[in-house]
């Protein structure tokens, strides 16, 4: 019976599979929202709601955790500093996903996954920038 089992495995081995999800937790992290496959963005939201959680936590077991997770410093700091001071008056709910209908390629439904509260990192603010002057 497949009672009390909450992994989606997207086809991949346990090793690849907290790979890609810390990936994709970073690119999140760094660009507030990223464009990507349902399945991935339906195993991505509670991943990322657990750094956003580990990040309002703010004390240092809470960042060597979030470290051992994501095995990336600049990510972790702008967790800490941006993405959980925006949303700590939120209970949970940190993520919002949008589908975006299929993909020409090969029809994988899409969606769009990004922080409810709209927070923008530096990268993203300096891809704002640049397209506002354009």
């Not at 991505?44 to 990336?72: S, Y």
Request: net charge positive; proline share 2%.
């Amino acid at each position: 019976m497949r009672n009390r089992k909450k992994t989606v495995k997207l086809g991949r081995s346990a090793a690849h599979r907290r790979s890609l999800l810390a990936n994709l937790t970073c690119s999140l992290i760094q660009h507030g929202k990223i464009r990507t496959t349902l399945g991935k963005a339906k195993a991505l939201r509670p991943v990322a709601e657990k750094m956003v959680t580990l990040g309002k936590r703010g004390d240092l077991h809470a960042r060597r955790q979030a470290i051992a997770f994501l095995r990336q410093k600049d990510s972790v700091k702008a967790l800490f500093e941006k993405v959980a001071p925006a949303s700590k008056d939120r209970q949970g709910g940190y993520c919002r996903i949008t589908k975006l209908g299929e993909r020409v390629s090969d029809s994988a439904p899409m969606a769009l996954i990004e922080w409810v509260d709209g927070i923008a990192t530096d990268e993203a603010e300096d891809d704002a920038t640049e397209t506002a002057e354009a």
